[in-house]
C-alpha cells in the first residue's frame, strides 16, 4: 500500500525521476498488453508481470502486499476528485486552452491532409496531444506551495513533451511538404505556449528563493 510519509519534502528531481518511472510503467503495460490479449484474467496477468519488475515499482508502495482490485479501487477514488472551482482562473489555463486548440488543428490536418503511410505517425503525435494535455491539466490542479517541487517537475516533463512534439511536426513537414503551412502555425502558437511555460517555471523557482 502507498505510505504518503515516504514522499514529503521531495525536491524536483525525485518528483521527476518518479515520473519518468510511471511513463516507463505505462509503456510496459502496452507492451505486456500484445502478449496477454485476450487471454483469460489478462489484466491480472499484466498486473503480475509489471509488479514483478523492480524499476516499476512506485516509491513507498509495497505491491506485495497490494491486488489488482485494490489498486483499481485506490485509483478510481483519486479519480473522483472534481477540478477545483477556480481551475479556469489559474495561471496557464489560458495556455492549455491554447494547446487544446492546436491539437484539434493537428487533428483536422491529420483527417484531411495526411498521406495513408504516416498513420502510425499521425495517431501517435495525437497520442503525445493527449498526453500533453492531461500533463498540463495536472500541472495547473496543483496550488499547494508544499507541493511546489512536483509542480516543477510536471512543467519540465511539459517542456519535454512538447519538444517531442516540434519533432513530429518538423519530421511530417519534411516529408509531405503541402503540409508545411498549416504544421508551421502549429508549431508557432506552440513554441508560444512553451516560452510561457518557462516564464511559469521560472516564477515557481523565484518563490523557492522567497
Not at 49 to 64: A, I, K, Y
Not at 72 to 79: I, L, M, P
Not at 149 to 176: C, E, P, T
Request: with cysteine; aromatic share 10%; proline share 3%.
Amino acid at each position: 500500500m502507498f505510505n504518503p510519509a515516504s514522499r514529503q519534502n521531495w525536491n524536483e528531481f525525485q518528483w521527476e525521476k518518479e515520473i519518468r518511472k510511471d511513463e516507463l510503467r505505462i509503456n510496459r503495460y502496452f507492451q505486456a498488453l500484445r502478449v496477454c490479449l485476450d487471454l483469460p484474467g489478462e489484466e491480472e496477468m499484466i498486473f503480475k508481470r509489471l509488479m514483478s519488475q523492480q524499476d516499476l515499482v512506485p516509491t513507498g508502495v509495497e505491491w506485495s502486499q497490494q491486488s489488482l482490485s485494490e489498486f483499481y479501487a485506490q485509483h478510481d477514488e483519486e479519480d473522483e476528485e472534481n477540478p477545483p472551482d477556480d481551475f479556469c482562473h489559474r495561471a496557464g489555463y489560458d495556455l492549455l486552452r491554447q494547446l487544446d486548440r492546436q491539437a484539434r488543428e493537428w487533428n483536422v490536418v491529420f483527417a484531411a491532409g495526411l498521406r495513408s503511410s504516416f498513420l502510425r505517425e499521425g495517431l501517435a503525435l495525437t497520442c503525445r496531444f493527449g498526453k500533453l494535455l492531461s500533463r498540463f491539466s495536472n500541472f495547473i490542479e496543483i496550488d499547494d506551495p508544499e507541493m511546489r517541487a512536483l509542480k516543477i517537475s510536471l512543467g519540465k516533463r511539459v517542456l519535454a513533451d512538447l519538444n517531442d512534439i516540434f519533432g513530429s511536426l518538423n519530421m511530417m513537414m519534411r516529408r509531405q511538404k503541402a503540409l508545411q503551412g498549416p504544421l508551421m502555425t502549429i508549431a508557432d502558437n506552440l513554441q508560444h505556449v512553451r516560452e510561457a511555460t518557462v516564464d511559469l517555471l521560472e516564477e515557481l523557482r523565484n518563490g523557492d528563493k522567497k
